[in-house]
């Protein structure tokens, strides 16, 4: 057999036998079982970024490895990530309610299909507003699989020596018990969401509650959306669907993370919210105190930690 010889990927779909038989499991990618011209036996380590296909997700285009040197190609997206254009630092007009909604939804198509759609499952592990990247049509895309880890078994949950991820969008649960599974990227989306929402860094030590979810439990204490919601928005949104937004993200920052909304169920909500968003052309209404009451005497128990 030709050393070093290089494989198209429906080559290695057919060696493989479309990843029949799992060998074991390598650093960041599954060892397969395969054949070469029908006799050889070999086994056949394929790299997590080669089977990720998604339209939320940012695509390999390609890679060059000589020698030392390795390097990974990917599509060019033209409008970079979501933290600079929420921040403003791109210029441009603040992206509004409807627009915030669609990049969500499809940072979430592209979860759900890292979660459902990959065989086997794979889980990112830092989900975070800069690495959702927009192209020249704003269409949202994941990126930076650098940490993703894929599951040998459906639903079979990891034990991993070293938490991963980065500070404020960590998954609690996983931080305390290194158990990581699909509802810790749940978590990070939470974080993302109440980003969205509120436009606060995820982190700031002069809040009252310097973390983002503890800020904004205590605000809904108060009961009250426009204290969280971005001021840059000026009311130009309908408070029904920023009330299921902000709904949305605390249920997918409860504690327990068996609690928590599956990535299917959170792009649903989000597509409701942008129904909401959509039918109320153009004018702000008026929000329903009483309703804003009761939805954040619910949160209030799930923010805190209860005794176990």
Same mark, same amino acid.
């Given at each position: ?26 650093? &960041? ?12 036996? @070999? ?31 990917? =599509? ?15 210029? #441009? ?16 198509? #592209? ?15 830092? @989900? ?9 049509? &704003? %269409? ?5 699989? /650098? ?6 078994? =459906?639903? =079979?949950?990891?034990?991993? !020596? ?5 500070? #404020?969008?960590?998954?609690? =649960? ?16 939470? *974080?993302?969401?109440?980003? *969205? *929402?509120?436009? %606060?860094?995820?982190?700031? %030590? ?5 973390? *983002? ?9 108060? /009961? ?40 299917? %169920? ?32 619910? &949160?209030?128990? #799930?923010? !805190?930690?209860?005794?176990?």
């Amino acid at each position: 057999m030709t050393k070093n010889k290089r494989f198209t990927y429906s080559e290695v779909v057919t060696m493989t036998n479309n990843f029949e038989r799992v060998l074991g499991k390598g650093g &960041f990618g599954m060892v397969y079982h395969g054949t070469v011209s029908g006799t050889e036996q @070999v086994a056949v380590k394929v790299e997590l970024l080669l089977r990720v296909h998604h339209k939320n997700l940012v695509g390999l285009v390609g890679y060059c490895d000589e020698g030392e040197n390795l390097a990974l190609i990917y =599509e060019y997206m033209a409008n970079g990530d979501l933290r600079e254009h929420m921040s403003g630092k791109r210029g #441009g007009s603040i992206l509004n309610w409807e627009t915030r909604l669609k990049i969500v939804v499809e940072s979430a198509q #592209g979860l759900e299909y890292l979660h459902n759609g990959c065989k086997p499952p794979m889980v990112h592990r830092d @989900v975070k507003t800069t690495n959702i990247l927009l192209n020249e049509h &704003f %269409q949202a895309k994941l990126a930076d699989f /650098g940490l993703s880890r894929s599951f040998p078994i =459906e639903g =079979e949950t990891h034990v991993s !020596t070293v938490v991963a991820g980065t500070p #404020g969008y960590l998954d609690p =649960e996983y931080y305390r018990t290194n158990w990581l599974n699909e509802k810790s990227d749940v978590y990070s989306f939470g *974080i993302v969401l109440l980003e *969205i *929402i509120t436009n %606060q860094p995820v982190i700031n %030590q002069s809040r009252e509650k310097p973390h *983002i979810a503890e800020w904004v439990g205590l605000m809904l204490t108060k /009961g009250d959306i426009k204290n969280i919601m971005d001021p840059n928005l000026y009311g130009d949104y309908d408070s029904g669907s920023v009330w299921r937004a902000v709904e949305l993200a605390m249920s997918c920052l409860n504690p327990s993370s068996a609690r928590r909304p599956t990535m299917s %169920q959170v792009v649903i909500e989000i597509n409701e919210c942008l129904a909401y968003e959509n039918s109320r052309g153009g004018t702000s209404h008026n929000m329903n105190s009483q309703s804003s009451i009761e939805v954040s005497m619910n &949160f209030d128990i #799930g923010i !805190t930690p209860g005794p176990r």
